[in-house]
């Protein structure tokens, strides 16, 4: 079953067309990868499908709603949550406030049951700390959850930035290049979180990223994006050989050595 | 904004200090000593001068570290009671004018936590706050004196027994005021949005001075005058129990214990809603706005919350501060006000409650205490024939003083006396310290 459905989007900035005519089918419960060259359009891709930018033209449809027509809160709050390319973590709060920000689609209590600090109140403020802190031991940071977000290292700061989106119990989470500036070693771990996030939770997958050891480890299907345009679609072995893609990310010529494959 | 840096030498000196004497019988003997020692002092030299400010100031710092304080929460709330409650009222009886500008300094500490939900938690600078606290003072003006007869023909003045209603039509009307102001400047941040907010409380004053035709609601530039107080409906009481004072008194005695109980409420309030979801979204917001929608927060109502319920809070002050002040006019509410109160929150600690509280005290103390005490003391002494130049009148260069103050402060602090920092929050940790304040 199809998760998201975007059909035929186009987005133009002035004279740019950033992203032209991409479709875009995510399965339940997959693992995509949206992969190209810099400036191919992928953030913009993203951004459209969160509701920040409006289309100039297609349609999204999410869990079998359309949602072009709906703010970012509401595309959050429907189940769609995302990590950004530079981190963007609220630096003045702890980590465990972190994600009890990311609830906040998920609680509920009207003003007066919190000014009067009502039984129902407590009881959700406890449920969700609770569960915060499952989602932070799930990324393993459950140890630092009162340090403010802006003293964690690199590599923290996107593990919590995934658990924040987790915490709005997304069915599809969007991850812009989750393992970018990270050491082999620490790619590793983000490939396994990531993988953990479909195996044990039950969230489809869509990231962008550059690291094509961990596009073709991880992803089921893989986009590619070119000047805005869908150029190739398939699995890693299609993307592999895919003379387009190979042109794409190496210049024109380098199709034809397409023995080795860019890596 | 900016917003607080971290930690500097200060706070571990003060955490060695609280080490010291804010824990153990350490912390009960020296609160105790503290509070009887500053008590004895303020009833035993009760005049007027730099000294019993000073006295004054130390005396409301108390609360302060009491609050900061480890000891049993009950022994808090009895040194707040005491202090507050007993020997404050007590040295009113002695002088009058000491508990006048605690009054005044509670209505002020309303004032400035109800901006700071706008200005610190939201992260929304706002230039017009003023502007709430004159609609509340202009409702229950408005309605309480023959001026509702001038504005509808044949109205007379509610009777004085709804202040207590008008209290709340003052929350409610501010609140309004407050979103009503919101509508427009969603869209804005930072200083387009400072600008607009100064831009309506400038607005707001020039109605009030403006208002008096075609249809007379505000009185104009005379302002209104005979405002209504409420009845005391405690007097018998006290005189049953052999307090005698006259209404005066009573009076000032009522409206201190009033700002008081709402200082508490709403500190109770705005504490509450910090740590709540409520208060968490607009640190988003303040944080980063595009990651606060990604997490699904409704930009829109979340701000137009905080500018309601930063706006209610002066509605509700402004209700009290007419009924006290009995005659308002429009130079009260002048721009001068929001920058005062704006300079309160930021000294004390922009976003962090009993910094706010702090600024507040501090702000109004100098104002009306302090810096006119200074200059008074300047002038007695170019009179007794220090060499100070003719042409120079310290009270001119109050507000100059001020300034600098300022400016020393932004320098060396500015993240604020006491800047917000993020206790730990520990699992079903519970929050309920007693949030005693200076009034």
Redesign the interface.
């Not at chain 1, 009890?100 to 689609?105: I, N, Q």
């Given at each position: 079953m199809a998760l998201l459905e975007a059909t035929n989007i186009t987005k133009i900035f002035g004279g740019l067309t950033a992203v032209n005519d991409v479709t875009l089918t995510i399965e339940q419960g997959s693992i995509v990868s949206v992969i190209g060259p810099n400036g191919a359009g992928k953030t913009t891709f993203f951004n459209i499908l969160?509701g920040?930018y409006k289309p100039d033209k297609g349609d999204v449809i999410f869990d079998g709603k359309p949602i072009g027509g709906l703010?970012?809160?509401?595309i959050?709050?429907l189940g769609m949550?995302?990590t950004?390319q530079n981190i963007?973590?609220?630096?003045?709060?702890?980590v465990?406030?972190n994600v009890?920000?990311?609830?906040?689609?998920h609680?509920h209590?009207p003003?007066w049951n919190?000014?009067l600090?009502s039984p129902s109140?407590r009881r959700e403020?406890?449920k969700?700390?609770?569960r915060s802190?499952e989602l932070l031991r799930f990324v393993s940071l459950d140890n630092k959850?009162?340090e403010?977000a802006k003293n964690l290292p690199y590599g923290d700061q996107r593990r919590l930035e995934i658990a924040?989106a987790l915490?709005?119990n997304p069915k599809l989470i969007l991850l812009d290049e989750p393992t970018a500036g990270m050491n082999p070693n620490e790619t590793l771990d983000a490939t396994n979180l990531i993988r953990r996030l479909r195996d044990q939770l039950g969230v489809t997958v869509v990231l962008i990223e550059h690291d094509m050891r961990l596009v073709m480890a991880i992803s089921e299907r893989i986009s590619v994006l070119d000047y805005g345009t869908k150029i190739a679609e398939g699995d890693g072995q299609v993307i592999r050989s895919n003379p387009r893609v190979i042109e794409a990310y190496l210049g024109k010529g380098a199709a034809g050595m397409a023995a080795h494959p860019p890596a | 904004m900016a917003?607080?840096s971290p930690q500097t030498g200060g706070a571990s000196a003060w955490d060695r200090l609280s080490g010291l004497l804010g824990r153990g019988p350490g912390g009960y003997a020296f609160l105790s000593l503290y509070l009887l020692i500053t008590s004895l002092m303020l009833l035993l030299n009760p005049r007027t001068s730099l000294l019993t400010d000073i006295v004054f100031i130390l005396f409301l710092l108390l609360m302060l570290i009491v609050y900061r304080t480890r000891v049993h929460v009950g022994f808090k709330v009895a040194l707040g009671v005491i202090a507050l409650g007993v020997v404050m009222p007590y040295f009113g009886t002695l002088n009058p004018y000491y508990i006048d500008v605690a009054t005044q300094a509670g209505i002020y500490v309303a004032l400035a936590l109800g901006l700071n939900v706008v200005v610190g938690f939201a992260g929304l600078l706002d230039l017009g706050y003023v502007a709430f606290y004159a609609v509340g003072a202009y409702i229950w003006s408005i309605f309480s004196t023959p001026q509702i007869g001038a504005m509808i023909s044949g109205a007379v003045p509610v009777p004085n027994m709804w202040f207590y209603g008008f209290i709340l039509v003052g929350l409610m009307i501010g609140g309004a005021f407050g979103v009503l102001l919101g509508l427009p400047v969603l869209r804005l941040r930072g200083d387009y949005l400072a600008i607009v907010t100064l831009g309506f409380g400038e607005v707001i004053r020039v109605l009030a001075e403006n208002l008096d035709k075609p249809l007379n609601i505000t009185n104009g530039a005379q302002g209104i005058k005979d405002i209504a107080r409420p009845p005391l409906f405690f007097s018998g009481a006290l005189t049953a129990i052999g307090l005698k004072l006259d209404d005066n008194q009573l009076y000032q005695f009522f409206f201190y214990f009033l700002v008081l109980v709402i200082v508490l409420i709403t500190v109770?309030?705005v504490g509450?809603?910090k740590n709540?979801?409520?208060g968490?979204?607009w640190?988003?917001i303040r944080?980063?706005e595009?990651?606060?929608?990604?997490?699904?927060?409704?930009?829109v109502r979340m701000k137009l919350?905080a500018f309601g319920v930063g706006a209610s809070f002066a509605g509700t002050m402004g209700v009290v501060f007419a009924a006290k002040q009995l005659f308002i006019n429009p130079p009260t509410f002048d721009l001068l006000t929001s920058i005062s109160i704006l300079s309160m929150v930021i000294l004390g600690g922009l976003g962090n409650i009993p910094g706010v509280i702090l600024g507040a005290v501090l702000v109004t103390l100098l104002n009306l205490n302090i810096l006119p005490r200074i200059a008074e003391i300047l002038r007695s002494a170019k009179s007794a024939g220090v060499p100070i130049p003719q042409s120079f009148d310290p009270t001119q260069y109050q507000r100059l003083l001020f300034g600098l103050l300022l400016i020393l402060m932004m320098i060396f602090r500015p993240e604020g006396i006491l800047p917000?920092d993020?206790r730990?929050?520990e699992?079903?940790e519970d929050e309920d310290e007693p949030r005693e304040e200076p009034a």
């Open positions: 969160t920040i703010r970012p809160d509401q959050a709050a949550r995302r950004f963007r973590l609220f630096h003045n709060m702890t465990l406030e009890l920000v990311g609830m906040h689609t609680l209590a003003i919190i000014i600090r109140l403020e406890g969700a700390r609770d802190r959850r009162d403010l924040r915490a709005g | 917003t607080s109770m309030i509450r809603l709540s979801r409520i968490r979204a640190t988003a944080e980063d595009t990651a606060a929608i990604a997490q699904g927060i409704p930009l919350m917000e993020r730990r929050q699992l079903h």
